[in-house]
């Protein structure tokens, strides 16, 4: 029997591992790992593609992190079925296995919408190390590729094909680039970048089919517009969906993902979530729903770990936060950045824009408070935008100049007097989202704040919300 289960070997996996060994240096742990690898970086995948990143650079924990923390890792088996009432995981080698404590950490699986054709050579996705290497065993014979969907991971996609010299074509269902990130406005700068970098892009439109010759090869994408494309290879990066599969039937409460409360625990009992296969509360919606980012696995991943080993730490909420850069372009975008004017009614927007220099800010207030932000060229704002966020400062005092300027005034405290002016100008080199970019006189202030489920209660040296409770 394992004290400790982990299905799954990605962030979320490796910050519980971290969490539970800090309170519990002896406990035994199992982790599933579907690959056959150490946990590894999967944004640099396509790095490793375009011939810019060697793959070993790829693992970020190497096989001596699961040694020092004594784990035992199953490379190459997965969770399969789960019986949570009786704490019983059943995995892809025929094992079962009974648990104490397990933390289900299965992440999310590439979505393929229903396309005539898809099924056959030629047809890929792209977010593991072996659909990687797959399109890498490809290159030789690819000339023209046709990507599927203009979001994050299709738009790097996009650029490590054209760096390979291949002829690249994005199609993307939606009217902009990064739809779910960028407004028309955002897009029509990224629109330019592609176009100075030689990558074609159909917008508002869909592949329904694959067509493919007499020998099974991929010849073109016919489109719902009824146009078709010559290419050889295609591409699907239409996004990700959360990985609910292997939980199916076992008992717990799943919506788009597995459902946890503020401890990141899930209906059954010792059995908890995180990461990209969990719904989790949204900070900023107010609601539970999927968030699949890095930063928010890592955190849900330290909160859980800790929690199985005894803690009581207490998830506040997260909201999403990306950054992407492509031929030479910056985006950074949290929470709700792509809201359009035609629900201004409901919030405020403020934009900056300089089409000729390729820089674009935009902020959108509800509430008198930040809901959301895109940066597109110039990103240096992020850290701060997104610690204006996590705050729930007000924000009406200076709203006006938040996207103009070089900087902000130089003070920004709801509460006059309660503290001494803060240049945000002079905070150069902020390297860190959040937090890093208040002192903490500011983060302590903000916590006085009343807000949805006891948010910003108290936070260790990791940053991490601490349950500020009789049972601490």
Same mark, same amino acid.
């Given at each position: 029997?394992?004290?400790?289960?982990?299905?799954?070997?990605?962030?979320?996996?490796?910050?519980?591992?971290?969490?539970?060994?800090?309170?519990?240096?002896?406990?035994?742990?199992?982790?599933?790992?579907?690959?056959?690898?150490?946990?590894?970086?999967?944004?640099?995948?396509?790095?490793?593609?375009?011939?810019?990143?060697?793959?070993?650079?790829?693992?970020?924990?190497?096989?001596?992190?699961?040694?020092?923390?004594?784990?035992?890792?199953?490379?190459?088996?997965?969770?399969?079925?789960?019986?949570?009432?009786?704490?019983?995981?059943?995995?892809?080698?025929?094992?079962?296995?009974?648990?104490?404590?397990?933390?289900?950490? +299965?992440?999310? @699986?590439?979505?393929? !919408?229903?396309?005539?054709? =898809? %099924? *056959?050579? /030629?047809?890929?996705?792209?977010?593991?190390?072996?659909?990687?290497?797959?399109?890498?065993?490809?290159?030789?014979?690819?000339?023209?590729?046709?990507?599927?969907?203009?979001?994050?991971?299709?738009?790097?996609?996009?650029?490590?094909?054209?760096?390979?010299?291949?002829?690249?074509?994005?199609?993307?269902?939606?009217?902009?680039?990064?739809?779910?990130?960028?407004?028309?406005?955002?897009?029509?700068?990224?629109?330019?970048?592609?176009?100075?970098?030689?990558?074609?892009?159909?917008?508002?439109?869909?592949?329904?089919?694959?067509?493919?010759?007499?020998?099974?090869?991929?010849?073109?994408?016919?489109?719902?517009?009824?146009?078709?494309?010559?290419?050889?290879?295609? +591409?699907?990066? @239409?996004?990700?969906? !959360?990985?609910?599969?292997? =939980? %199916? *039937?076992? /008992?717990?409460?799943?919506?788009?993902?597995?459902?946890?409360?503020?401890?990141?625990?899930?209906?059954?009992?010792?059995?908890?979530?995180?990461?990209?296969?969990?719904?989790?509360?949204?900070?900023?919606?107010?609601?539970?729903?999927?968030?699949?980012?890095?930063?928010?696995?890592?955190?849900?991943?330290?909160?859980?770990?800790?929690?199985?080993?005894?803690?009581?730490?207490?998830?506040?909420?997260?909201?999403?936060?990306?950054?992407?850069?492509?031929?030479?372009?910056?985006?950074?975008?949290?929470?709700?950045?792509?809201?359009?004017?035609?629900?201004?009614?409901?919030?405020?927007?403020?934009?900056?824009?300089?089409?000729?220099?390729?820089?674009?800010?935009?902020? +959108?207030?509800?509430?008198?408070?930040?809901?959301?932000?895109?940066? =597109?060229?110039?990103?240096?704002?992020?850290?701060?935008?997104?610690?204006?966020?996590?705050?729930?400062?007000?924000?009406?005092?200076?709203?006006?100049?938040?996207?103009?300027?070089?900087?902000?005034?130089?003070?920004?405290?709801?509460?006059?007097?309660?503290?001494?002016?803060?240049?945000?100008?002079?905070?150069?080199?902020?390297?860190?989202?959040?937090?890093?970019?208040?002192?903490?006189?500011?983060?302590?202030?903000?916590?006085?704040?009343?807000?949805?489920?006891?948010?910003?209660?108290?936070?260790?040296?990791?940053?991490?919300?601490?349950?500020?409770?009789?049972?601490?």
């Amino acid at each position: 029997m394992a004290k400790y289960l982990i299905a799954g070997n990605s962030v979320a996996a490796v910050a519980a591992i971290q969490a539970i060994r800090e309170r519990d240096p002896e406990g035994k742990i199992v982790v599933l790992s579907p690959e056959k690898t150490t946990a590894y970086c999967r944004p640099l995948i396509t790095y490793v593609l375009a011939g810019e990143v060697e793959e070993w650079r790829l693992p970020y924990k190497r096989e001596s992190f699961y040694q020092q923390n004594r784990v035992d890792v199953k490379y190459g088996v997965a969770l399969e079925g789960l019986d949570a009432e009786n704490r019983v995981a059943y995995l892809s080698n025929g094992e079962r296995l009974p648990f104490e404590k397990m933390l289900i950490a +299965v992440g999310g @699986v590439p979505f393929v !919408p229903p396309m005539e054709g =898809v %099924e *056959g050579p /030629g047809v890929f996705t792209y977010t593991t190390i072996d659909h990687m290497r797959a399109v890498q065993e490809r290159l030789p014979q690819m000339r023209k590729v046709v990507v599927v969907g203009a979001g994050m991971i299709g738009m790097k996609v996009a650029e490590a094909l054209k760096k390979c010299g291949k002829d690249v074509v994005i199609v993307e269902l939606m009217d902009r680039i990064l739809p779910m990130v960028l407004d028309k406005e955002g897009s029509a700068i990224a629109e330019d970048v592609l176009t100075k970098a030689g990558v074609e892009y159909v917008l508002g439109d869909s592949v329904v089919g694959i067509l493919r010759d007499s020998s099974g090869e991929v010849c073109g994408v016919e489109l719902k517009s009824g146009k078709r494309i010559e290419c050889d290879t295609v +591409v699907v990066a @239409v996004g990700v969906r !959360p990985n609910i599969a292997p =939980v %199916e *039937g076992s /008992g717990l409460q799943v919506n788009r993902g597995v459902v946890v409360d503020d401890m990141m625990e899930t209906s059954a009992s010792g059995v908890y979530a995180a990461g990209d296969c969990a719904e989790a509360y949204d900070l900023i919606l107010g609601e539970k729903r999927p968030n699949l980012v890095w930063p928010v696995a890592y955190r849900q991943g330290l909160i859980a770990g800790s929690n199985m080993a005894g803690g009581r730490r207490r998830y506040v909420g997260g909201f999403p936060i990306n950054s992407i850069g492509f031929f030479g372009f910056q985006v950074c975008s949290a929470g709700m950045s792509a809201v359009d004017d035609e629900i201004e009614g409901s919030f405020e927007i403020y934009r900056y824009v300089d089409r000729e220099k390729g820089i674009y800010r935009k902020v +959108v207030i509800g509430n008198n408070r930040l809901m959301g932000f895109a940066l =597109v060229g110039d990103v240096r704002r992020a850290g701060l935008y997104t610690g204006l966020i996590w705050s729930r400062m007000d924000v009406s005092y200076f709203k006006d100049v938040l996207v103009d300027g070089p900087g902000l005034p130089e003070a920004v405290y709801p509460i006059e007097g309660a503290l001494p002016p803060m240049n945000f100008s002079s905070r150069k080199g902020i390297r860190r989202f959040g937090w890093a970019v208040f002192p903490y006189g500011y983060r302590k202030l903000f916590t006085g704040y009343s807000a949805r489920i006891e948010e910003i209660c108290a936070f260790d040296d990791k940053g991490v919300c601490l349950y500020d409770g009789d049972d601490q």
